[in-house]
């Protein structure tokens, strides 16, 4: 079985992180901007990306919906994901917000060093 997670080695710590991608879905590109800038201004994450005029459908009390929102992206380790989830409810207006993180399995090196050096 291969372990699909990459572990980034930082040259400061001399330690392995694992780096992950939280997707989460809001009512808004103003929600997004608010709760991206705050998971980034307190260290949560390095980054966040704001897709805006997404189109969703779901049922929600038992009635289809058809709803336009924005899905914000933010970059972080596995460490700061329980803190940032909290964060995001803390801020964000639905009922039950769909907060989900994916791991990152490749990428840029250098890129990955930079997200852990910045949410410590």
């Known amino acids: ?26 009512s808004s590109k103003d929600e997004a901007r608010t709760i991206g800038r705050e998971l980034v201004q307190s260290k949560l994450a390095a980054c966040a990306n704001i897709f805006d005029n997404m189109n969703s459908f779901y049922f929600w009390d038992g009635k289809l919906q ?6 914000l992206i933010a970059k972080t380790t596995k460490e700061r994901v329980p803190q940032l989830m909290d964060k995001v409810k803390s801020l964000h ?12 399995t490749d990428g840029n090196p250098a890129f990955l060093d930079w997200v852990v050096a910045e949410v410590k």
């Open 1 to 26: 079985m291969i372990n699909r997670n990459i572990f980034v080695k930082t040259v400061s710590e001399g330690s392995n992180m694992e780096i992950y991608m939280i997707y989460i879905t809001v």
């Open 93 to 104: 207006s639905y009922e039950c917000p769909c907060i989900v993180t994916l791991p990152v």
């Open 66 to 71: 058809d709803d336009n929102e924005a899905v």
